[in-house]
């Protein structure tokens, strides 16, 4: 019988928590999304988020251990993503794992929210994907790493002002599209000319950079919007072919970068394997630009599949590395919102 974890996710807007075996199969797994919480708002309010957390982390729990079949006597160890996300958010996951792995005296594991995305690569892959390098693209991060194993992760360069997720939500809300603006700027730009509008690609010439930079992106699209100079976008009303032109020219010119820069981190780094994950990596063009860069230079990919790439528990299973590697937490752990960038 397979050693057992549950793992626990409420780093941001999503409250999740999956049973995993050592072997990689999920027993269960259940998020509890948050989406319509935050949709009027057009982004995540965190103190909504953490009071959502807070009424749902139990039930989440209860649901995934049903499902599971399993009870908590049975589980091997307790595992909680403490670092990076939002503080009110992340202190629900975090005290909920201390007090289950208190009462029930099994052993408490950490994970970092970011190389968990990377792991549902491994997840998915069903094959090791170590040494690699690791892309991060979702709502909060930006981020390339060298992976040399699964609890060995190097910052080599990342976003300097918004993440590209968060530039996607932004730039809906400008549009008039609902939240979250990944999937609703996706869908608008397959009717829209990627052409349409010359986007800046800030730092891709840059080569000795491994940085990105979506915020004068981001101011570009709200002068295509108003006009030049013109910030307020408020009274502007945009057909449906002006919005699709929009979106598909904004996709393409984040696309663009984080393939440039992620192509250049492989060859920097001389690894031949590229891992993406995250809730942008879930965008087809993005997939589409990465299969067909990474083909053309014989660099292995492995991209998240849709459903591991917004934020699940699943991809929690990373902590088996930690239990192998016997790097347990104390009850002190603490949740650490911050992006850590040095090697865990
Ligand atoms: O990883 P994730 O679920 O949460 C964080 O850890 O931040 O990522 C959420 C982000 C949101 O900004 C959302 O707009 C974006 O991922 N996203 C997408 C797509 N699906 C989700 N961005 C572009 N294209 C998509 N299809
Ligand atoms: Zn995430």
Redesign the pocket.
Known sequence: MPRLILTIES??D?TAAAVVAEDLTVRASVVASQDELHQRFSGVVPEIAARAHVQRILPVIDETLRRAGVSLAELDAIAVANTPGLAGSLLVGVVAAKTLALATGKPLLAIN?LYA?IYACRMAAGREIFPCVGLVV???HSSLYRCAGPVDFIYLGGTIDDAA??A??KVAHMLGLPY????A??RAAERGNSRAHAFPRALLFERERLDYSFSGLKTAVRYAIAGPGRPDFSAVTLTGQQVADLAASFQAAVVDILVAKAILAVERTGLKRLCVG???A??RALRALLAAETEARSIDLVIAPPEL???NAVMGAIAFERLRAGQFESLDLDAVPGLVRHAS
């Open positions: 780093t941001c999503e929210h995305h979702s709502g909060g997720g968060e996607f939500d979250p603006g990944g999937p700027i996706a995250g809730g942008v879930a965008n790439c917004t934020d």
